[in-house]
């Protein structure tokens, strides 16, 4: 069978895909392909999404004026089956952004074992400029314009930046009267009393620290007294870092947008809670010093979870970490230069299509539990994701031990790997 090589690369992207965010995907898919062995044909398919959508999406704002916002989703791979990915509302997206995103997804499902192909969307906006009643207006009418190519058995979105369990909640609803019932298994991410699964907010968070927990063990030390960093105290850091601290790490710093705090003791996680409660970011927590986001990433510790955004580790910081292994909780939070200094200090990194696949785990969970209308308790969940969570991790870790590769080469090694057989015994069409 013949690989793809150096050479059999192709050149130039075309202009609307021609992206920062991926050009980094491309560039850790060349990589891998290296190593993978799949027919040139295969691969040069796997390069580019099967479809992309661009819209419009005009929103009557309160005071009765109008503007109208970009939207995009895009579909990277059906082969293995429906696409799944989170819908983002945020001033960056673009639609190269979202084909980055959702060519991620794809691996992801992939090393996961999971019957989906990669998807994602968002609508170019600043969400924190939108009244409540304008950003259901703005849903509603997005997911009115992505109808023709969304449905169960077709793409499933769920949520990401800027939109959760409520903007779900209306993306169902609109689907749903638009085909005269309730269609919970269109969107996962919902709340519970329209199909939501127990367990989904909190599983992207669990599931890093699920991987950290058995990397570390490998590694052979422990969490147990591990002092960890946590950049993104969010939805998926926030809930990584108190998972941390039930297994007796030692948090010493976390962060948001509006910076970080630090306490080399560790930090009392119920207190900076409380203290985002009440004054809704970690500006001005008095029980820490304060420290911004970029000396956050270079505090001496024994984990860094990067859990905030793309493009935190790059050339210029890499060469100054001080941490002995690195958990993606983020996509893409690593660039190719970074990971290649990081390898070249023996600092492994727990590749995001693997340490964050946890969200995607239990939305695949609460897929099959809408379609079944079966509902499973917390403790059998929190079993699954664990499970499949550490199968993926051993196959990965097995790969990279027996090719002598990198952790994030080899778990896109083992995904291409999955998606190409897929894809051979399917054949090209036509």
């Known amino acids: 069978m013949a690989g793809i090589t150096e050479e059999a690369r192709p050149g130039s992207l075309p202009p609307e895909l021609d992206d920062p965010l991926f050009r980094t995907a491309l560039g850790q898919l060349d990589g891998a392909l290296v190593h993978a062995a799949v027919p040139s044909a295969v691969a040069e398919v796997l390069r580019f999404p099967e479809r992309t959508l661009s819209v419009s ?23 293995l089956g429906p696409t799944k990915g989170g819908i983002r509302y945020d001033p960056g997206v673009t639609l190269g952004e979202c084909a980055a995103l959702a060519m991620w997804m794809t691996w992801k499902c992939a090393l996961l074992r999971l019957p989906y192909g990669g998807a994602k969307g968002g609508v170019r906006c600043d969400p924190r400029s939108l009244a409540p009643d304008e950003r259901e207006r703005l849903t509603r009418r997005f997911t009115s314009e992505l109808l023709p190519i969304i449905g169960p058995q077709r793409d499933i979105p769920a949520p990401d930046m800027a939109t959760d369990e409520q903007t779900m909640a209306w993306m169902m609803d609109t689907y749903s009267m638009q085909v005269g019932y309730a269609v919970p298994e269109i969107v996962t991410g919902k709340p519970l009393s329209v199909g939501g699964s127990v367990l989904r907010p909190e599983a992207t968070g669990i599931g890093v620290v699920i991987v950290v927990e058995e990397a570390v063990r490998r590694l052979g030390w422990s969490l147990a007294g591990a002092t960890c960093v946590v950049q993104g105290y969010g939805k998926v850091g926030g809930v990584a870092a108190h998972e941390l601290a039930l297994r007796d790490a030692k948090v010493v710093a976390v962060s948001d947008i509006a910076g970080g705090v630090y306490r080399a003791e ?38 860094l979870v990067l859990a905030a955004t793309e493009d935190q580790l790059t050339a210029t910081n890499a060469p100054r970490l001080a941490a002995r292994l690195i958990a993606e909780g983020a996509n893409g939070p690593t660039s190719l230069e970074a ?65 002598s590769l990198s952790l994030r080469r080899a778990a896109l090694v083992t995904s291409i790997r999955e998606v190409a057989d897929a894809l051979g015994a399917r054949g090209i069409y036509p």
Do not use: K
């Not at 309160?62 to 082969?79: A, E, I, L, M, T």
């Not at 079944?372 to 969570?389: H, P, S, V, Y």
């Open 339 to 403: 990971d290649d200094i990081l390898s070249d200090r023996n600092i492994p990194v727990l590749p995001d299509i693997l340490t964050n696949a946890g969200g995607v785990a239990v939305s695949y969970f609460e897929w099959v539990q809408d379609i079944q209308r079966l509902f499973w308790g917390r403790d059998e969940i929190r079993t699954r994701l664990a499970d499949l969570m550490r199968d993926a991790l051993v196959r990965v870790w097995a790969l990279a031990e027996d090719e």
């Open 266 to 303: 560790g930090l009392n996680l119920g207190d900076v809670d409380r203290w985002r409660a009440e004054h809704g970011d970690l500006a001005g927590y008095p029980g820490a010093a304060p420290v911004t986001n970029a000396e956050l990433l270079e505090l001496p510790c024994d984990v």
């Open 57 to 79: 999406v005009p929103v009557r704002r309160d005071d009765g004026s109008v503007d109208v916002f970009p939207g995009y989703r895009v579909q990277h791979s059906s082969v």
